[in-house]
T-cell receptor, first 114, second 114 residues
Framework: KAGVTQTPRYLIKTRGQQVTLSCSPISGHRSVSWYQQTPGQGLQFLFEYFSETQRNKGNFPGRFSGRQFSNSRSEMNVSTLELGDSALYLC?????????????FGEGSRLTVL | GENVEQHPSTLSVQEGDSAVIKCTYSDSASNYFPWYKQELGKGPQLIIDIRSNVGEKKDQRIAVTLNKTAKHFSLHITETQPEDSAVYFCAATILTGGGNKLTFGTGTQLKVEL
């Protein structure tokens, strides 16, 4: 069974630009969550989508947005990039049933903002 | 909201020794406490979890204990091996049918020395 796939793995942007990151969840998983990982703040929750609807949201500014498609693939977008947005962005999918709660993470998209 | 504190931030042990990582949480309603292991260049992976109706759970060399009264939980790794070297994250959440929103600790860098 294929794992969670995130693209691109690495990208460099400049301040003021925008970026779109993509995530393909494990087949059959309908929940996709996004986390920002930085050395100083650790893993911070951005948002979660389930069946194309945002189900939970973290404490990030409106520049951070996301969406989910009917095939459960998800994208997140960051507009007007700031230096502080440099981070590893992790996507995680989860299923239902006995293993509800377990997140399966991708390897992340490392964003550098210059 | 939930706040999770994790200690120590770094831990160095000799191969074969035990390692203990401790976390405290703030929201007494939290009922699900997973532990994730993150190896270099990879996304976090669930290694063990515990729910609030259980005080202890073991899986081979790994065990987790939960003290709901004190609102703290700990990860115990026995007979450590070099492949245990990684960053470990604790997390807490209220697990309901309404989705996943994990609050993570800031991580512990475990180094197992030969």
């Amino acid at each position: 069974k294929a794992g969670v796939t995130q693209t691109p793995r690495y990208l460099i942007k400049t301040r003021g630009q925008q970026v779109t990151l993509s995530c393909s969840p494990i087949s059959g998983h309908r929940s996709v969550s996004w986390y920002q990982q930085t050395p100083g703040q650790g893993l911070q929750f951005l948002f979660e989508y389930f069946s194309e609807t945002q189900r939970n949201k973290g404490n990030f500014p409106g520049r951070f947005s996301g969406r989910q498609f009917s095939n459960s693939r998800s994208e997140m977008n960051v507009s007007t990039l700031e230096l502080g947005d440099s981070a590893l962005y992790l996507c995680a999918s989860s299923g239902t049933g006995r293993r509800t709660g377990e997140l399966f993470f991708g390897e992340g998209s490392r964003l550098t903002v210059l | 909201g939930e706040n999770v504190e994790q200690h120590p931030s770094t831990l160095s042990v000799q191969e074969g020794d035990s390692a203990v990582i401790k976390c405290t949480y703030s929201d007494s309603a939290s009922n699900y406490f997973p532990w994730y292991k993150q190896e270099l260049g990879k996304g976090p992976q669930l290694i063990i979890d515990i729910r609030s109706n259980v005080g202890e759970k073991k899986d081979q060399r790994i065990a987790v204990t939960l003290n709901k009264t004190a609102k703290h939980f700990s990860l115990h790794i026995t007979e450590t091996q070099p492949e245990d070297s990684a960053v470990y994250f604790c997390a807490a959440t209220i697990l309901t049918g309404g989705g996943n929103k994990l609050t993570f600790g800031t991580g512990t860098q475990l180094k197992v020395e030969l």
